[in-house]
């Protein structure tokens, strides 16, 4: 006994397999330059690795990201993103 799948039911799964192919190819391709990134604000200190299409963008999303767990609230964050880095490592 053959299972009868709806169109819309066919539909759906196409096109959540097509996304689930395009979200693994960009997730490859976004990790070709890698940084760590180590920040000191306000005593507090972190290191984070970021991946990304670019050096200058994994450089900036690690800083970004490094910033979020030694500061409090945007205008922290801001000062913070803009302070010189203590130790910095990209491929």
């Known amino acids: ?7 819309a039911g066919l539909a759906g799964l196409l096109l959540f ?9 960009g997730t490859v391709q976004m990790s ?5 990134v180590c920040v000191s604000y306000k005593g507090r200190d972190k290191c984070r690795t970021v991946a990304a299409s670019t050096v200058a963008e ?4 690690a800083i970004m ?3 979020a767990f030694v500061s409090a609230g945007m205008r922290d964050s ?3 993103q803009r302070s010189p880095t203590t130790r910095e490592s990209c491929e």
């Open 32 to 36: 070709e330059h890698s940084c760590e």
């Open 65 to 67: 990201n490094a910033c």
């Open 17 to 25: 397999g097509g996304l689930a192919v395009v979200l693994v190819y």
């Open 58 to 61: 994994a450089r900036q999303a």
């Open 78 to 80: 801001m000062a913070c």
């Open 1 to 7: 006994m053959a299972i009868k799948i709806p169109r």
